[in-house]
């Protein structure tokens, strides 16, 4: 065989179709393996709404804002394999070590929240603001779960990222600076936020960006507070005040968690409200024998009930909420990167351009900093 060929096979990425087909418990052990051959070099971070199988693997796991942070604080690792979903994987490239590359073991594993807002709808939106109100006053708040090119733009016009553990305190960071906020893509955590800190729902019109000038008339947009992004989450939004109202009838005792990604008048409804951090401790720390009713992702809840068998941990609606895009991130998927790796000829790197990074850098590391 020429050189050449052999160079060419030698040095061409596994296909994954195979790994379809292969039984889990040999892609398991394939996972072991390269696990063990590459130590200290390879860092595998899960979020917590991936399945049990997927993240049994996962050397550190946590909510958004918690795997930003340990992104930015990984001194050893050379690969990271992030199991989650683009926008997280993309963070974790901004905020790690240039040496570093950050796989994500299926691209398709986007956020179709993050998809309801780009840079070019976002900057037309800021053009139309320029003619209404002072766009020096106006501080540009990203939800964690955006592009990177999104988060650029915050660092940009002096805003910051957020995630749904920091956001009010990111809100008072952004009044302290300047009187208005833009905070895009989604406007459930941005209005519950808003509202727990006393802003009025009057002072927060939602930006529809297909409508000129977002819907609004130039006086609603100057008497704004925070402006909000059309945007959700199709998960959280599936909430509703009705499956609250079903398990109180059902469960006199029973406390009701949920995202602020949920819609205002499910947060009303429920008890508690906060992160997925948050969630976590308030029923890891709750008595036994206390009831929950969650609502937040599937696989999560699911965890949360199995880990915690002394209460009873439900899930807060009839119908399925899971997110079909952390979903994609499956046993094949990560065995198929980590024989890519281990083999020389790595896939699926996510990377952001300098210019992009350097920016969206500066709205991370505010984020960062805000205590
Ligand atoms: P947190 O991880 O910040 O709780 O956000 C939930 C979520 O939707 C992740 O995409
Ligand atoms: Fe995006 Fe919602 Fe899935 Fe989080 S749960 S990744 S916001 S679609």
Redesign the pocket.
């Known amino acids: 065989m020429p050189a050449s060929l052999l160079t060419t096979i030698e040095t061409s990425a596994l296909p994954f179709e195979p790994y379809r087909t292969t039984p889990v418990a040999e892609l398991e052990a394939r996972i072991r393996s390269v696990k063990a051959e590459l130590g200290e070099a390879l860092l595998i971070l899960g ?3 991936q399945q049990d199988e997927v993240i049994q693997f996962a050397d550190l796991r946590g ?3 918690k795997l930003a942070q340990m992104a930015a604080e990984s001194q050893l690792c050379r690969w990271i394999i992030f199991c989650g ?1 683009h926008f997280m994987a993309e963070t974790a490239d901004i905020l790690t070590r240039p040496e570093v590359d950050v796989i994500l073991p299926d691209m398709a594993a986007g ?1 179709s ?1 993050a998809d309801m807002a780009d840079l070019d709808a976002v900057e037309a939106a800021w053009s139309d603001l320029s003619d209404v109100i002072d766009t020096d006053d106006l501080t540009p708040v990203t939800y ?2 955006s592009a990177a090119d999104l988060k650029a733009f915050c660092g940009r016009h002096g805003g910051i990222v957020c ?3 920091n956001a009010r305190a990111v809100l008072e960071w952004s009044f302290a600076q300047r009187k208005r906020v833009l905070f895009f893509p989604d406007q459930h955590l941005g209005r519950n936020t808003a509202r727990a800190m006393g802003i009025p729902l009057a002072q927060m019109p939602v930006w529809n960006p297909a409508e000129p000038m977002g819907g609004h008339s130039e006086a609603a947009l100057r008497a704004s507070k925070v402006l909000l992004w059309r945007g959700h ?1 199709s ?2 939004q599936m909430f509703r005040p009705a499956h609250v109202a079903q398990f109180r009838q059902q469960y006199p005792d029973v406390k009701v968690l949920v ?1 602020p ?1 949920c819609q205002m008048s499910v947060v009303d409804a429920a008890d508690l409200v906060g ?3 948050f969630i976590l401790k308030t029923v890891n720390e709750a008595p036994a024998g206390s009831t929950w009713a969650v609502g937040t ?1 599937l696989h999560l809840v699911n965890r949360l009930a199995a880990e915690n068998p002394d209460k009873t941990v439900m899930f807060l609606s009839p119908m399925v909420c899971m ?1 079909a895009t952390m979903y994609r991130i499956d046993v094949p998927h990560l065995a198929w990167s980590l024989d890519n790796i281990a083999q020389g000829t790595p896939v699926n790197i996510v990377k952001v351009p300098d210019e992009t990074t350097h920016w969206a850098r500066v709205a991370l590391e505010r984020m960062l900093d805000v205590k």
């Open positions: 979020h917590h709404y909510d958004s804002y979903v956020c929240m964690i779960n995630t749904s553990s989450c998960v959280h995202h990604e992160s997925t951090e992702e997110c």
